[in-house]
């Protein structure tokens, strides 16, 4: 009995020093409208010629998922973000890059002039669902199901309410070794559910 007692009282210690301690974290849904493209060798796509690289042309596109990020008081944040994201350019002629990305990222103030105002920097890796058919101008070998994008952006939080971002994803790794490298340049919102409500209804 003592020690059922014991055990009790140290898990509803340990629950509400942990309710304390990540009080100011935030998980909700993500959106991105984006401008993709592929900076690409001009031999991957129909009637190019040449190995010279370039951007293939702006495409409107999007990115969809859920987002988490715990905020260290004042000026830092560290976040993950899992999303759908389809990749597309003007020379693509209709066909996408579906991908699912991991995105692991971090949020920091460096000047504290403007309050809630945050630079961000991400790496994570992203698994193509479906990509384009380059048909016999690219080998099977050469394309890849597992990329590392990168993102740096720009983000003003409106706390409890919702996150503004502007952005910039590339690749590390190429989706087509040596050739193409997928680009997307995006305006985000980020809605925190469990503030939000907390909000609203406290």
Do not use: C
Request: charged share 20%; aromatic share 18%; net charge neutral.
């Amino acid at each position: 009995m003592a020690k059922n007692l014991l055990f009790s009282l140290i898990f509803l210690f340990a629950i509400n020093a942990f309710g304390q301690r990540y009080k100011d974290y935030e998980i909700g849904p993500m959106v991105n409208y984006e401008h993709t493209t592929l900076y690409a060798s001009n031999s991957v796509f129909v009637g190019g010629e040449g190995d010279d690289k370039g951007f293939s042309g702006f495409e409107p596109s999007y990115a969809v998922g859920v987002y988490f990020i715990y905020y260290f008081k004042p000026k830092l944040g560290l976040g993950t973000e899992l999303y759908f994201q389809r990749t597309t350019s003007a020379e693509l002629a209709g066909e996408y890059y579906n991908s699912i990305t991991f995105m692991p990222y971090a949020n920091f103030d460096p000047f504290r002039h403007i309050q809630n105002w945050y630079f961000g920097a991400g790496i994570g890796a992203a698994f193509i669902q479906e990509s384009p058919d380059y048909g016999s101008r690219v080998a099977e070998e050469d394309i890849k199901v597992i990329t590392l994008p990168v993102k740096l952006s720009t983000s003003y939080r409106i706390r409890n309410h919702i996150t503004f971002e502007l952005g910039a994803q590339t690749e590390i790794i190429e989706v087509v070794s040596d050739n193409a490298r997928r680009v997307a340049v995006y305006l985000g919102v980020k809605i925190p559910l469990n503030r939000l409500n907390r909000y609203y209804y406290r």
